[in-house]
């Protein structure tokens, strides 16, 4: 089993910027992706950015902005996210591909979420 918690979030003045963390701890062989999610009430998750092997992809609406990463070593990815606009309001969730060490099968998990509210 593997545990995904994000940290990091809380209310910013637009253009303002925040860092989210999101550690990774449990059954873990190695971490093949991460990526994060934001949603707001009664719409549905949605990509905002992903690292796999050193590459990176973002959503048009935050590309330039954002920037995400992570230390393999320490299996955390991070989230930076400056200029902040009050769109960018929701709850960030990030999830992980992770190669358990006991099956060494690929699962997908997902963290618990933070609340990221961009306003004056």
């Known amino acids: 089993q593997v545990q995904l918690v994000e940290s990091g979030g809380g209310l910013v003045q637009p253009g303002g910027s925040l860092r989210l963390s999101c550690a990774a701890s449990?059954?873990?062989?190695?971490?093949?992706?991460m990526a994060w999610y934001r949603q707001t009430p009664g719409k549905q998750r949605d990509l905002v950015a992903s690292?796999?092997?050193?590459?990176?992809g973002y959503a048009l609406s935050v590309e330039g902005r954002f920037t995400i990463s992570r230390d393999n070593a320490k299996n955390t990815g991070y989230l930076q996210m400056n200029s902040l606009k009050p769109e960018d309001t929701a709850v960030y969730y990030c999830?992980?591909?992770?190669?358990?060490?006991?099956?060494?099968?690929?699962?997908?998990?997902w963290g618990q979420g933070t609340q990221v509210t961009v306003s004056s």
């Open positions: 999830n992980a591909d992770v190669f358990d060490t006991r099956t060494r099968a690929l699962y997908r998990y």
């Open positions: 449990g059954s873990i062989l190695s971490i093949y992706a």
């Open positions: 690292i796999s092997s050193g590459k990176t």
